[in-house]
Nanobody, 124 residues
Framework: QVQLVESGGGLVQAGGSLRLSCAAS????????VGWFRQAPGKERVFVAT????????YYADSVKGRFTISRDNAKNTVYLQMNSLKPGDTAVYYC?????????????????WGQGTQVTVSS
């Protein structure tokens, strides 16, 4: 069983930056693939970024490519999402998710564990 806790959300002006953290319990977290997803008000949850167990493979949604960076520190059981050049369209609740498979994955159905989410609001 893996428990995930997101942090680092908040209110930021357009053009600003935030770093989200996803802290995990469980000694085997380093073997899990991890993803970030987001859900804007009135919309479905969508894929943002994903990273494989070792950090060598990452994938991003086109909407965030070049602005967001996913990384992980397995010694700290933590995955990060660095968000730069934020836009009002990035406003959403951001969720991290972990999957028992070690590879990166872009579909929600491939994930076994989810955090409660952290709110990111970008003002214009």
């Amino acid at each position: 069983q893996v428990q995930l806790v997101e942090s680092g959300g908040g209110l930021v002006q357009a053009g600003g930056s935030l770093r989200l953290s996803c802290a995990a319990s469980g000694r085997t977290f380093g073997t899990y693939g991890v993803g970030w997803f987001r859900q804007a008000p009135g919309k479905e949850r969508v894929f943002v970024a994903t990273i494989n167990w070792g950090g060598a493979s990452t994938y991003y949604a086109d909407s965030v490519k070049g602005r967001f960076t996913i990384s992980r520190d397995n010694a700290k059981n933590t995955v990060y999402l660095q968000m730069n050049s934020l836009k009002p369209g990035d406003t959403a609740v951001y969720y991290c998710a972990a999957r028992a498979g070690s590879s990166a994955a872009t579909a929600e159905s491939q994930y076994n564990y989810w955090g409660q989410g952290t709110q990111v609001t970008v003002s214009s």
